[in-house]
């Protein structure tokens, strides 16, 4: 007879070497993609215990999207339109408390239902990581021959399941000041990020913000006017704070700042500068291993530095304070690509957690994508993958060729017709030829500059190119939504050509896969790569950096500024301390072999060789004084 422990194993300490516990069943989320690769994850995801992110930049596609998944389940729709009161932030706040309502229903549904071969239930603790405290339950549990033991089992395993968290992210430059029907400007509380801020803090939520690409004071300072944004009399923060961060100096400034408001940063969520999809904040040559070891070493130290900041703002605002520091999670996402980096990220820098990106839009069941594009993903090897200058926001952008959107851009131009209608504008910044803001990506811009580049530069031969840029700009707010409305057949007035952003690690992916698929090759059960060669996710990083440093000095002639050049001389010297630290970093790498460790090596060496050659014999005028002041 086997025998059945009934003590209650809770989800709750599922954690990496004693570190903080969370409440989560899984090691890993999913980002935001896009403004409409996740726009329904959490639908698809969250019942398995799976967190996801979903963009709430484009308050039109979350209302589309409630429109068409009321309907799904035959529920009355009342819409939100245009111009109605405060119909930005309600349309976000609809679309979230939707996304809640079903997946408490799903959830719900499963956690009632039986333990039977084949079930949902059954496909929730299957997918969950092999080393998980509430997985070993689950396994003693279908051992044990006891039928009241059992059912006991049964029942703890119910009570510590959770369903995955239903997160929100915000860009927050994308912040375009509004005007009302009557070209009258309204308040800055109207503008696009603090109306979705609002939006997400009046819905039902019990989760995540996640701020990215760079720190907006308005967007924080407004926080402070949400009672969910600080901690209740028990201590919980039922909306809470995560920064997307590409280095440790960006989140201990950001973190200072929301701390001295009173709010807790709840996770530090570290991102590869080019290493990861859609638009790519490269840093000054600060390499994602540098800069995890900087983490490591100092998260104690930021905690306690914060919570004391935190207590001291919260006294001052008459608020509760926290009796001990909070939880604090560090994780970690862009290029990951198999369980073993996966494992050494959480075994050697402690992180509480990953994200992987790019590999679910091959996943069906946990993104939203039409046929035709996935299936072009699936197709599309390393040559397809580029980081562009299609984004109307001047950042470069890692895409793939070939697609929709991109056909319908060449289109017009050979029309002579570039450009878009610029039908969303939440992308507009230009304020070159109008009084309000307008798109590099629209029409109206587009042959103004044309015909300013032509007037200026008629005779230049450079013309060309300078011409191809202003051209090449994509319409984003459209044709990133794109995919969700094939895919569900929803249709509307505009054309609908999808744009995709995924990073470069699509190369190495290359079927479409099933959910639990994707989180066995996660977890090392199943192995997804191609026989495209793949290196480690930090030489992969390393490279784009190397090859980023080049264009950018190409860029800067023929006249490179001394400012620039010290630009580029610190660039260099980040990127050399990076290599250093990677050789001294190979021998820890204990699951790989003897040749993973050889070819690390051999790759550092040929990248710092390739470095040196930049400055020494591609650029050496540039460079002639700090090559003597180095030597």
Known sequence: MVTCATDPVAHITFTIKGQITMQHVHEFHIPVMGTGFTIDSPIKVAKYGIASVVSIGDDELCET???????????????????????????ITGYLNLLHRIVSLEFSAIQKSAFSEGSEMQKYFALLPDNSPLKAQYTAMLACDNASEKEIQQDLLRAQMIPGSIDVNIMTKLDRQNYDQNGKLMSDEDSDALSALRGFAHSDLDASIIFSAGFNRRLYAYLEKFNDFFPDATGHIRKRIILKVSDYRSSLTQGKFLAKKGVWVYEHRIESGLNCGGHAFATDGLLMGPILDNFKNKRDELANMLVAICNEA??????????????????????????????????????????????????????????????????????????????????????????????????????????????????????????????????????????????????????????????????????????ALIAYGIENKRPRMTAVCPGPNLAYFSNIVSLADMVGHIYGRVNLLNATYRSNLFINELAMYIQYLRKEIQKSLPVVSEKQVRYFQEFRANLNEGIQYYKGLVPKFVLESKKYHETMREELLRFQADLDRIFVQEFPTIFAEYQGAAS
């Not at 009355?76 to 930005?88: N, S």
């Not at 992987?356 to 039409?370: G, N, Q, R």
Request: charge should be positive; charged fraction near 25%; aromatic fraction near 10%.
């Open 65 to 91: 999207m409630r429109k068409y998944y009321m309907g799904v389940y035959g529920w009355e729709y009342a819409p939100i339109r245009k111009w109605e009161k405060d119909y930005r932030a309600r349309r």
């Open 314 to 483: 919260l006294q001052a605002r008459s608020r509760v304070l926290f009796s001990r520091t909070p939880d604090m999670r560090i994780t970690v996402q862009g290029g990951i690509g198999t369980a073993n980096e996966q494992r050494f990220l959480f075994e050697h820098y402690h992180v509480h957690g990953t994200g992987w990106a790019t590999p679910f839009l091959l996943v069906p069941e946990a993104t939203t994508l039409d046929d035709e594009t996935r299936a072009h993903l699936a197709k599309a090897e390393k040559d397809d993958l580029y980081l562009s200058d299609i984004s109307p926001l001047g950042v470069p952008f890692n895409t793939v060729r070939g697609t929709k959107s991109e056909a319908q851009k060449l289109a017009r131009i050979a029309d002579g017709k570039p450009g878009s209608p610029c039908p969303k504008g939440y992308l507009v910044s230009n304020l070159e030829f109008t009084k309000k803001p307008i798109c590099s990506a629209a029409t109206t811009f587009q042959k103004r500059k044309l015909a300013q580049v032509e007037a200026v530069v008629a005779n230049d031969p450079h013309l060309a190119s300078i011409s191809e840029g202003v051209v090449g700009k994509a319409c984003l707010c459209e044709d990133l939504a794109a995919g």
